[in-house]
């Protein structure tokens, strides 16, 4: 069935350091990623998404690397602050018919230290 | 702030009841998404209206219905529960759940205990 899934529940970084986030799905017909963060006590909140013909997208300090080949994405945080702590998911979408339902990964924990 | 709005923020109640958990989505989106979110399931999408009809479907048990009025708001019912329903509910909207994806807004959530 399909799946996505990160390898790393966890994650800790300096406070200015780069930090970069993986996710593995498992479903190739999916034509949308997108990377959501959730706050404690909040909603996921849409960070970034990108097309399944593109292989990487940039935002503000984020990147987002699709490589279809072995079915990784990952997002790239520069100069990571404090306010970027939080759990960070990856999503899938695969639109056909009228299903656009969102399959997401567990999670990682991004822990900034000062 | 996503625009979303969801009520109650926190709901506790007792094994075999029933609640009900209300969204209401951003203006001008069409369509409602509701996803649990718990610790061993992480984030499993449950079901979408869109303009007041059923989209689509995912693992949504059949204790749990809900529907999307002519206002747009939509209802989560959860009957008969069970300890293992205590879990966060969140609820989405989107503009549009026609073809192509449309980004998601997500509400607050309900945390839902189950005692």
């Known amino acids: 069935g399909e799946s996505v899934g990160l390898h790393l529940p966890t994650l800790s970084v300096q406070e200015g350091d780069n930090s970069i986030i993986n996710c593995a799905y498992s479903?190739?017909?999916?034509?949308?990623f997108i990377w959501y963060k959730q706050e404690s006590g909040k909603g996921p909140q849409f960070i970034i998404d990108i097309r399944s013909n593109m292989d990487k997208r940039q935002g503000q300090r984020v990147t987002v690397l699709l490589n279809k080949t072995v079915k990784h994405l990952s997002l790239q945080i520069a100069a990571t602050q404090p306010g970027d702590s939080a759990v960070y998911f990856c999503?899938?979408?695969?639109?056909?018919?009228?299903?656009?339902?969102?399959?997401f990964g567990k999670g990682t924990l991004l822990t900034v230290n000062p | 702030d996503s625009g979303v709005t969801q009520t109650p923020k926190h709901l506790i109640t007792a094994t075999g009841q029933r609640v009900t958990l209300r969204c209401s989505p951003r203006s001008g989106d069409l369509s409602v998404y509701w996803y649990q979110q718990s610790l061993d399931q992480g984030l499993q999408f449950l079901i979408q209206?869109?303009?007041?009809?059923?989209?689509a479907k995912g693992n949504i048990l059949e204790r749990f219905s809900a529907q999307q009025f002519p206002d747009l708001h939509s209802e989560l019912n959860l009957s008969s529960l069970e300890l293992g329903d205590s879990a966060l509910y969140f609820c989405?909207?989107?503009?549009?759940?026609?073809?192509?994806?449309?980004?998601?807004?997500f509400g607050p959530g309900t945390r839902l205990t189950v005692l």
């Open positions: 479903n190739s017909a999916s034509d949308y």
């Open positions: 999503a899938e979408n695969r639109s056909g018919g009228s299903n656009y339902k969102l399959t």
């Open positions: 989405a909207s989107s503009v549009d759940g026609g073809a192509g994806y449309n980004e998601q807004f």
């Open positions: 209206y869109y303009n007041g009809e059923e989209r």
